[in-house]
C-alpha cells in the first residue's frame, strides 16, 4: 500500500535567501509566476503542462480562501488537482506526497508545489503586513478568542517558538542529559556545508563550536546560532508522472515513502514531548518504501532548532532514543563525512524563509541525487531522507527519495 514510485521530482526553483530589509517586494502571485516558470525551465517543461498545484495557504497576501483558484487564474492554467497546505514547516514534504499521490491516482500529469516567501508591496490601506507580524511574534499561537493558546498558552508564557523548544529541551536534559558542546556540531558541520554553498545565507562565515557556545541566550538552554534566522525567499518544485519525467532534462527523482503525523498544536497537550511525530512518520515512510535508515545516503533533516535535529534523527531510528548526543560526537555531519545531513547548510546556515525554508532540503536532495550539487557533491548519492517539522513539534512529515 502506499506511493509506488510513479511520480518524481524533475525540477526546481528558489529565490537566494535574504534578509527582509533588502529583500525585493513582490506580490505573492508575482512570486508564484515567477517561481513557476523557474521550476518549470529547470525541469525543462512548461505551463502547458501543468494540471496540478499545490501552494501553501497561510498568510498568502492576495487572499485568504480560495488560494489555488487564484494562482490557477493567474498562471492562465486549469487544474485537474488544487491544493492549499498548511502544515507550516512540514508543508515542504506534505506538498510534495499530495502531489506525488493525485498523480498516482490518475488524477493530474503535473504538478507544481509552490510556496512564496518574500513580503509582498503594503498599502495604507492594508492589514495584511500587521496580521503577519503579529503571528510571527507569537509563533503561530492563534491570538483569537475562544482559541484553547490564546486561553492556556500565552497567558504564562509560552509564546512563540523559542520557548516551546527550549521547553523540549530541558525535558530532554532532564530524562536523557544534555551537552551543550556536542549540539553545537550540527551547527558548525552545517556551516561548512553552507561554505561550500554560495546560495547560503552564511556562505562564507564558518563557525567554531566555541561560537555557538557563547552566542547569546534565547531561551534556556537554546542559544542564538541554535535557532534559525528567518529570511525572504520562496521556492517552486515540479512533480511529475514517471513517464513524463523520463524525458526532462534532469535524472528523475522518484518519491517511494511518505509519511505525516500531527498530535496536537501546542506540546502543552502533547502526551510525550519527547515522542514526537516524525516517529511515526518515517516508520510509515521507510516502510512504504521498503527501506530503513541505514540505506540512505543523506539525510536532509528539518532544522528550525538543533534540539529538533536531535529529536528527530532518534525518533526516524538513525540512532537509539536517548543517545542522540553520543551520536552527534561521533559522526562527522559534512558533505565529505560520514553521515551527511543538510548538506546545503540546513536552514540554520541556508536560512529559513518562512513555510518556503524547508523546501530549501527537497531540493538540495534533489540536487544531490541529480548530480548537481557542485562542490559538496556526495558520492553516494541515490536515496535521500527528507523531513519537515511544524509548528512545535506537532506536526511532522518524512518522504524517502530515490534516484529513478
Avoid at 490564546?150 to 504564562?156: K, Q, T
Avoid at 534559525?228 to 512533480?239: D, L, N, S
Avoid at 546556515?349 to 530549501?360: E, I, K, R
Wanted: charge should be negative; aromatic fraction near 8%.
Amino acid at each position: 500500500m502506499g506511493l509506488q514510485g510513479k511520480a518524481a521530482i524533475v525540477g526546481a526553483a528558489q529565490y537566494k535567501p535574504e534578509k527582509y530589509s533588502t529583500a525585493p517586494q513582490m506580490f505573492h502571485l508575482e512570486q508564484v509566476a515567477d517561481l513557476t516558470t523557474q521550476a518549470l525551465e529547470d525541469a525543462g517543461m512548461s505551463l502547458k503542462d501543468v494540471d496540478g498545484l499545490v501552494v501553501s495557504g497561510a498568510y498568502f497576501h492576495e487572499a485568504s480562501s480560495f488560494v489555488p483558484a487564484m494562482c490557477g487564474e493567474y498562471l492562465g492554467i486549469p487544474l485537474n488537482f488544487a491544493e492549499a497546505i498548511d502544515l507550516g514547516g512540514a508543508s515542504n514534504v506534505g506538498s510534495i506526497w499530495r502531489a506525488a499521490m493525485a498523480i498516482e491516482m490518475g488524477m493530474c500529469d503535473t504538478v507544481v508545489c509552490v510556496m512564496p516567501a518574500r513580503m509582498a508591496p503594503m498599502s495604507q490601506h492594508d492589514n495584511h503586513a500587521l496580521e503577519v507580524l503579529k503571528a510571527s511574534r507569537f509563533g503561530g499561537h492563534s491570538t483569537r478568542f475562544g482559541a484553547p493558546e490564546a486561553e492556556m498558552d500565552l497567558p504564562y508564557g509560552h509564546m512563540a517558538q523559542n520557548t516551546g523548544y527550549a521547553m523540549i529541551a530541558q525535558r530532554y536534559a532532564a530524562q536523557y542529559g544534555y551537552d551543550a558542546a556536542a549540539l553545537a556540531r550540527i551547527c558548525v558541520d552545517q556551516r561548512t556545508n553552507a561554505c561550500a554553498n554560495p546560495e547560503a545565507l552564511f556562505y562564507g562565515s564558518p563557525i567554531t563550536v566555541d561560537d555557538v557556545l557563547n552566542s547569546r541566550m534565547v531561551a534556556d538552554p537554546l542559544r542564538m546560532l541554535e535557532i534559525v534566522m528567518p529570511v525572504a525567499g520562496g521556492a517552486a518544485v515540479i512533480v511529475t508522472r514517471d513517464s513524463i519525467a523520463k524525458a526532462t532534462k534532469h535524472r528523475p527523482v522518484s518519491v517511494v515513502g511518505c509519511g505525516e503525523y500531527v498530535q496536537s498544536k501546542s506540546p502543552t497537550y502533547a502526551k510525550d514531548m519527547l515522542q514526537t511525530p516524525i516517529g511515526p512518520a518515517s516508520r510509515r515512510a521507510f516502510q512504504m518504501a521498503g527501506l530503513k535508515p541505514a540505506d540512505m545516503h543523506m539525510a536532509q533533516i528539518y532544522d528550525c532548532y538543533t534540539i529538533t535535529v536531535l529529536l528527530s534523527l532518534e525518533d526516524a531510528g538513525f540512532c537509539e532514543k536517548g543517545k542522540g548526543m553520543q551520536f552527534l560526537k561521533d559522526h562527522d555531519f559534512t558533505f565529505n563525512g560520514d553521515f551527511p545531513m543538510n548538506t546545503h547548510g540546513g536552514q540554520l546556515s541556508f536560512g529559513q524563509s518562512a513555510n518556503a525554508g524547508g523546501m530549501s532540503q527537497v531540493i538540495e536532495a534533489m540536487h544531490q541525487i541529480q548530480g548537481r550539487a557542485g562542490e559538496r557533491q556526495l558520492k553516494k548519492h541515490d536515496l535521500a531522507y527528507v523531513s519537515g517539522t511544524g509548528g512545535v513539534m506537532s506536526e511532522q512529515g518524512a518522504l524517502i527519495l530515490k534516484g529513478a
